[in-house]
Every structure is written in C-alpha cells, then in structure tokens.
C-alpha cells in the first residue's frame, strides 16, 4: 500500500506491506520540487518521481490524502488539485486503485482527534508502527498513516 500526501513543494509517501509479523515500512520519504520552477515543470517532476516508486514497490493500491483548505486559502485547494490529479494519472497508469482519505478521519485514527497536530500525528504513526524514531518530516508521517488506515481496512475487509 502506498500513501501520499500531495504537495507542491514536498510530496510524502509511505509504503507499507503486511507481513507474516505484522506491518513492515518498506520505504518513506519525499519527492521534492524547486518551488521557483514553473508549475508545469513542478508537476512533471512528481509525476516523474512518483511513477519511478509505483513501479519500484509495486504496490496494489495507492491512498491519498483528500482535498482540504481553509476558505481564506482557495489558492491551496488549487495547487493541491493539480498535484492530487497527477497522483490519480500516475496511479491509473499502473491499473492501481486510489482511495482517498480525510484529514480529519487520519488524525482521528491515529491521535484520536480529528484536529490534533502534526506532532501527534507522528507520535500516533511512530506508535502504530512500532518505529523507533519519530517519522519526519510530516508529510512523511502524514503519508504513513493514510497507508496504515488503507491496509489496515483492507485486511479487515478479507476477514
């Protein structure tokens, strides 16, 4: 399972797979973009990186973080629609499913508080998976979680 919390700047992915022991972090990290460089070359490099670890971690699924903005910033909702399409275009490219997931609803999973911060949220990601240190930066963490919350309903769907 693949999480992505989508970013112009800094994209965080997470992959985890479930193993005999339990969940396994397979990779983390993020895709990076020159925030100077033109919108459409910025969207070129996600596709670009995110594409290379769809097909180096062959995942079955990808979950990413749903739309969200404060109404004084529509600006962001905008920007991150574009970097959310070429997540959905990448993950369609490899026949993968994409479920996306609420803020709120990742937050309340994993701190128990649809409106806890970003600390929490690493805390609750470093709990849940048993990391030694805590995920960093956030969007990693942020992007760990989404693949948590997605694998660990899928299981509870086989059973």
Known sequence: MLGIDPGLVATGYGCLERTATGIMVVA?????????APLAD??????????????????????????????????????MGHARGVIYVAAAQRGLPVLALAPAEVKRVLAGNGAAAKPQVQRGV????????????SHVADALGLAFIALSRS????T
């Open 126 to 137: 470093q709990a849940v998976l048993g990391l030694t240190d805590l995920p960093s930066p």
């Open 28 to 36: 983390a990290g993020v895709i990076g973009t020159v925030g100077s």
């Open 155 to 158: 299981a509870a769907r086989r």
């Open 42 to 79: 910025r969207l070129l490099e996600l596709h670009t990186g995110l594409s290379e670890l769809l097909v180096k971690h062959d995942p079955t699924a990808v979950v990413v973080e749903d739309l969200y903005t404060e109404y004084r910033f529509p600006r962001t909702a905008i920007l």
